[in-house]
């Protein structure tokens, strides 16, 4: 497999958000003897996505830079994502989304760290949040939206937000043909499910690869004005806590718990009681103090209706995935193998 990087940017609908994100990547310095490739991956989209992007690549004349776009008819991230895995010429794969416009030095950047350790499953960059202008949220309501910032968290708790981020297409195809299957399917329609990457990251580190985060791996993540409502928000709080409870398997190994029924049950009373109690004082302050909630305190209870409903719904896929976790990791090769061979 060759040394390189093949940026994969998988799209549905990205029309609008392609040309600056095409022009960012367009911009990059990297040096002639990094490989590096683009492959944009049509994910079912209605609105003329592989035309825009094909136009506006030919407009920076990168002929020595391998471009290419795909379909993937099938709806969802991960189904995307596998396309561009399967057409990916090179080791290091970068998931830059649609609107995430990388600093100029990223691929560079991104290409030394990722040669510079075999152990290094997964990388994670600092997103910057960019938002379309008038904003109509303050920064800090603009957070909820989106990821951004330095991931403090990376090597602690393994695993980095998708934006950004570079994998190792050995580790990816290893999965492949041990038939992993994600818990965690992406976005697809109105069901908004959520933590691919982190599934991902989970799943490496359990491989023994290190998850790590560099600061100086810049880029903006843009926020276009549909984005910036309390309805988008709130719908985001309750999605990624209903997608963050699926993943529960994968902490019970992670932190060497021995049994996931006890996980579930525990993480189930201790939602339903704060949900509870959050309830009734929600209710207190409107009705008898007469006090407006706050949007912070909207988030949270729709952070705790998600993570609710998620466990309630499913118990079984959550104990099926642990299961499967399991019997997988006795036939995969670990980081070690990996760099033995």
Not at 135 to 140: D, P, Q, V
Not at 297 to 308: P, S, T
């Amino acid at each position: 497999m060759s040394t390189g990087i093949s940026v994969i940017l998988c799209c549905y609908n990205s029309s609008a958000r392609l040309p600056l994100t095409i022009k960012h990547l367009a911009l990059q310095k990297v040096p002639g003897s990094v490989g590096w490739e683009v492959i944009i991956v049509d994910n079912a989209s209605t609105d003329g996505t592989a035309d825009t992007a094909r136009a506006e690549w030919g407009k920076h004349n990168l002929t020595d830079v391998p471009f290419s776009v795909v379909s993937q008819p099938i709806a969802g991230l991960s189904h995307a994502r596998d396309m561009g895995l399967n057409h990916a010429r090179y080791e290091y794969l970068l998931f830059c989304d649609d609107d995430n416009w990388l600093f100029d030095d990223y691929i560079e950047r991104a290409f030394k760290i990722m040669n510079s350790d075999s152990q290094i499953g997964v990388l994670g960059g600092c997103g910057l949040i960019e938002a379309e202008q008038p904003a109509l949220l303050s920064e800090s309501l603009l957070k909820f939206t989106t990821v951004w910032g330095p991931q403090t968290w990376a090597v602690g708790s393994h695993w980095v937000y998708g934006a950004g981020s570079v994998y190792r297409k050995s580790i990816l195809l290893e999965l492949k043909n041990a038939n992993w299957r994600q818990v965690t399917t992406g976005r697809i329609g109105k069901k908004l499910v959520s933590g691919e990457d982190v599934e991902i990251c989970l799943m490496s580190h359990l491989m023994s690869y290190k998850i790590i985060a560099d600061d100086n791996l810049k880029f903006k993540h843009f926020v276009p004005l549909k984005r910036q409502n309390i309805n988008y928000i709130l719908k985001a709080a309750f999605w990624l806590n209903y997608s963050s409870a699926l993943l529960n398997g994968y902490f019970a190994l992670v932190n060497n718990k021995p049994s996931i029924e006890q996980i579930i049950n525990q993480d189930l009373l201790s939602t339903a009681k704060s949900l509870t109690k959050l309830t009734v004082n929600l209710v207190y302050q409107k009705t008898i103090k007469f006090r407006t909630v706050s949007i912070e305190q909207k988030i949270l209870y729709y952070q705790k209706c998600g993570q609710l409903k998620s466990l309630l719904t499913n118990r079984q896929l959550i104990k099926n995935q642990y299961q499967h976790i399991k019997q997988l990791l006795k036939t995969v090769k670990t980081a070690q193998a990996f760099t033995s061979h």
